[in-house]
């Protein structure tokens, strides 16, 4: 009988011990639970607000052919960049240049007509016919400049150094004039459109004690911004202004027209807010005292790290927001939100983007 139990009781705290190991190789083997982090900061005197931005163009153009006529030559293709100057479409030429041939004729007999009037004057030619003539050349040489400008706008050039974002017709197409061909970019001035409240428009218009960067999902990189535009209504809804951004420096040539890009406005304030904590960061324990969880870098990753369980002094405001008393140097990176879901000495990447 004690065999059986001892024999039993060795069995099941085999299992024990192998259910702790596979759970424990699971944990192991499992990727790092993305965390949100933050960056301890005294706030000193300024507040900082993110906004959604949507990358733009300098200029964005729909180039149209100002007769119509039949495409030959399309160079442009979508993507690509093309200098200013150069080809983008060309129209068959072949009827401008007749119609070029003719009013240049019709110019020639004109003016043998004025000629030989001029040198009847007050014989057989009255000064009525004379007049006619010279009507006659000045409307032959009207249709010589219509020609030429015609044969001109037969051929499509880059106004500027652009980036071709979309052909509307396909080559060999016969198009009308003022048909939009192709959608050129204007890719000398990168910019980011935003929506801002109407206090913090007033400080960014103003550009004072303003500092305005842009980031892009994948890259740890802030690029430079300053104001451009505005549209000098507010919206509808929201009471916001539409406010168009520049960049200082070159993004790069990745980032086109379309893109999104977070975009954020940090702004003078005053007096030192001191730490503040959001409530989402806080860990309570049953006594309710309160910690955070303190990221440490680990290895050659530096988005992934782990989180240590670190005590804190807070102290509720009047205006509800939680200042850190006593805990973590300014600099240190924290758990921002679901820091209690959480637990001390766990493994964790860095949120960035949705989807990681």
Do not use: C
Not at 83 to 106: H, I, K, S
Not at 136 to 147: D, F, H, K, T
Not at 188 to 194: F, G, L, M, T
């Amino acid at each position: 009988m004690f065999r059986t139990l001892l024999i039993a009781a060795l069995t099941l705290a085999g299992t024990i011990v192998a259910a702790q190991e596979s759970e424990d190789s699971a944990q192991a083997s499992s990727p790092p639970r993305p965390a949100k982090l933050m960056t301890l900061d005294d706030g000193g005197d300024r507040i900082s607000r993110r906004f959604y931005g949507r990358v733009e163009a300098r200029e964005t153009v729909d180039l149209a052919f100002q007769v119509g006529g039949q495409i030959i030559e399309f160079p442009a293709t979508e993507g690509s960049a093309i200098p200013e100057g150069d080809l983008v479409a060309r129209l068959d030429l072949d009827p401008f240049r007749r119609q070029l041939e003719e009013a240049q004729t019709n110019l020639a007999k004109a003016e043998r007509d004025l000629t030989r009037l001029e040198a009847l004057s007050g014989n057989a030619a009255s000064e009525v016919q004379i007049e006619d003539a010279r009507t006659q050349v000045r409307l032959s040489e009207i249709a010589v400049e219509n020609a030429r400008d015609q044969l001109e706008d037969a051929t499509l050039n880059a106004p500027f150094d652009a980036l071709v974002a979309r052909r509307e017709v396909a080559n060999f197409s016969t198009v009308s004039a003022g048909q939009p061909v192709v959608r050129l970019h204007d890719m000398s001035e990168k910019r980011v459109a935003i929506d801002v409240p109407e206090v913090l428009f007033r400080r960014a218009a103003g550009g004072k004690d303003v500092e305005i960067t842009a980031s892009f999902p994948e890259s740890s990189k802030d690029y430079a911004l300053e104001p451009r535009e505005f549209e000098a209504e507010t919206a509808d809804v929201g009471q916001t202004f539409h406010l168009t951004l520049a960049f200082t420096e070159d993004p790069g040539e990745w980032v086109l027209p379309g893109a999104s890009a977070t975009v954020t406005v940090v702004s003078a304030l005053g007096a030192s807010t001191g730490v503040l904590l959001p409530e989402t960061a806080l860990v309570f324990e049953p006594d309710r005292s309160a910690s955070v969880m303190v990221f440490e870098p680990s290895g050659d990753d530096p988005d992934v790290g782990t989180v240590h369980r670190t005590p804190v002094e807070i102290e509720a405001r009047a205006d509800g927001r939680v200042a850190l008393l006593d805990g973590p140097e300014v600099g240190t990176e924290i758990v921002m939100t679901g820091a209690s879901q959480l637990s001390d000495g766990q493994t964790v990447r860095r949120f960035t983007t949705v989807g990681e």
